[in-house]
T-cell receptor, first 115, second 118 residues
């Protein structure tokens, strides 16, 4: 069974540009969450999608957005990039966002560098 | 608000010795706790979880964790460390408030770098 696939693995962008990251969850998983990992702030929750609907959102500016498609694949977009957006962006998939013991499985991440 | 604390930035242990990586939590209600491991330039790998039941939880790669409600701790343990266990370990708790609404948000600790030496 294939794991969580994130593309691309590495990106270099210039300040002011925008970027789109993609995440394909494990087959059958319908919940996708995104996290930002930086040395200074650690792992921070961005947002979560289920059935094409955003369920939860973290404390990030509106420049960070996402969406989920009918096949559960998800994309996140960052507009007007800033140097501080340089980070490892991780996608996690879960079977459902239900209340029980559904652990999240993470992709290998996309390393975004803003110059 | 819930939180997770990992009091040690780094833990050093000799190969073959037992290891412990500490985690304490603060939640309202029942905790849903997880341990993940991260190797350099990689994503997080799920190790184990505590939802309910036995306080000693067994996970992948010989790891286990002990849930202690009175001390609000969920320490990760392994009886005999390997050099290949050297990695960054994260403790996490699922958001209980969001949980009831079907949320899946995880709050992570700051991570503990485990270094296992020969």
């Amino acid at each position: 069974k294939a794991g969580v696939t994130q593309t691309p693995r590495y990106l270099i962008k210039t300040r002011g540009q925008q970027v789109t990251l993609s995440c394909s969850p494990i087959s059958g998983h319908r919940s996708v969450s995104w996290y930002q990992q930086t040395p200074g702030q650690g792992l921070q929750f961005l947002f979560e999608y289920f059935s094409e609907t955003q369920r939860n959102k973290g404390n990030f500016p509106g420049r960070f957005s996402g969406r989920q498609f009918s096949n559960s694949r998800s994309e996140m977009n960052v507009s007007t990039l800033e140097l501080g957006d340089s980070a490892l962006y991780l996608c996690a998939s879960s079977f459902t966002p239900g209340p029980m013991n559904t652990e999240a499985f993470f992709g290998q991440g996309t390393r975004l560098t803003v110059v | 608000a819930q939180s997770v604390a990992q009091p040690e930035d780094q833990v050093n242990v000799a190969e073959g010795n037992p290891l412990t990586v500490k985690c304490t939590y603060s939640v309202s209600g029942n905790p849903y706790l997880f341990w993940y491991v991260q190797y350099p330039n990689r994503g997080l790998q799920f190790l184990l979880k505590y939802i309910t039941g036995d306080n000693l939880v067994k996970g992948s790669y010989g790891f286990e964790a002990e849930f202690n409600k009175s001390q609000t701790s969920f320490h990760l343990k392994k009886p005999s460390a390997l050099v290949s266990d050297s990695a960054l370990y994260f403790c996490a708790v699922r958001d209980v408030v969001l949980l009831t609404g079907g949320g899946n948000k995880l709050t992570f600790g700051t991570g503990t770098q485990l270094k296992v030496e020969l």
